[in-house]
């Protein structure tokens, strides 16, 4: 039986209002502006690493297809762009970009490549994409590795099948995470190892279909974090001889709310502009930074306040969503509503933070002094109520 996924999710329920989270954290932390570093980025960039790889990051901008890597200093490495049709080239369809070890991997519709960081192709290897999706330019995430040969493959779409009867049974069966090894030399494919889909007690699973169901990653030396937008759980998987073993950490997050999702009776024509006046009304997980002592930063939004309704055109109200932070360590969260520095508008851009390691942050924006230059805010996150 063959579905056709959509980006973006076709349906939405009308939320209703619903009172924010508080939760009373042990500790309170800040971030205190240490130094500001200015970039040459020149155009827009729309993928920045989130975490920075033995002192460098990575940046890509859509429009002239180019990767830049930077240093902490700001300092530009080098620039680059491979996109093509030969052995060497990657495809214009990037799904993931990342560095490990010095190499520069990056996943397009059907292969992995790896380039050192000066661009130099060092090798290509195919692996099956089941769900084959272009995705107009945009890379949807970080490319990540649990080990030297293990790498992680988070499927792409984030809407369920339209237009049909069995869209709770889908969701039912439908894997959200592939695991692949990496082929030897004699074997240039990556083989599938393992995959997995929402637990047995998701939300997901239920009577109800959600806006966003695309995961939320991060894998870490001893295994994988995993997180879904509206669910208010932390999944972690570990290996061990072969063997997956999961944990489910229900947490709070201050400031969040109740999720709302949409009955299969009442989804509506994804061509109207109901969707994305609604899915502007909802908190969600953005993205999971592993930290060192074990420490584990999610990034969250609270998303437009109730008082707004759907009828509203609510692009005047983006501005009241905010973005926030929360450290979880020890299975529990330690602190929450963490205030995100803001200098403009830009800051409120999940794309623009990247974790230096050392408690140590830059947030990007576009310098409105200089042409072509972004400038990199340095932070440190600090306990403001030491234990």
Known sequence: ???????????????????????????????????????????????????????????????????????????????????????????????????????????????VHAYDLGGNHLWSQNYNNRIPNTVGGNIRGEFQMLNDSIWVNPLIFSGVVSFSKQKLAILDTLNTVELFQLGGKANRSSVKVDEFSFEEESMYLGNLIYPNF??????????????????????????????????????????????????????????????????????????????????????????????????ESLVPFYDESKFFGAIFQDGKIVSSAIEIPRGGFQYKNEDRYVYLGDDKWMFLQENMTEKDYYTGYIYRLKPVNPL
């Open 214 to 311: 695309l995961p939320v990653i991060e894998a870490t030396k001893n295994g994988l974090w995993v997180a879904y937008p509206y669910e208010l759980v932390l999944h972690f998987y570990e290996y061990e001889q072969g063997v997956r073993h999961h944990k489910a950490y229900n947490i709070q997050l201050d400031r969040f709310k109740d999720p709302k999702g949409a009955e299969e009776s009442e989804l509506i024509d994804p061509m109207n502009k109901i969707s994305p006046r609604l899915i502007g009304l909802n908190s969600q997980i953005l993205k999971l930074y592993a930290m060192e002592a074990d420490k584990l930063f999610i990034l969250y939004k609270t998303g437009i306040p109730n008082k707004r309704r759907f009828e």
């Open 1 to 111: 039986m063959k579905y056709t996924l959509f980006t973006a999710i076709s349906v939405f329920l009308f939320f209703s209002c619903s009172d924010e989270r508080e939760v009373i954290s042990e500790l309170s932390y800040e971030f205190v502006l240490d130094d500001s570093v200015k970039l040459n980025i020149g155009l827009e960039p729309q993928f920045v690493s989130k975490k920075a790889e033995a002192n460098v990051f990575l940046a890509y901008t859509r429009i002239n297809s180019t990767f830049q890597i930077f240093n902490q200093s700001g300092k530009l490495l080098h620039s680059f762009n491979r996109i093509g049709e030969d052995a060497e080239s990657y495809n214009k369809n990037v799904y993931g970009a990342g560095i490990r070890d010095g190499k520069l991997y990056i996943q397009d519709i059907s292969k």
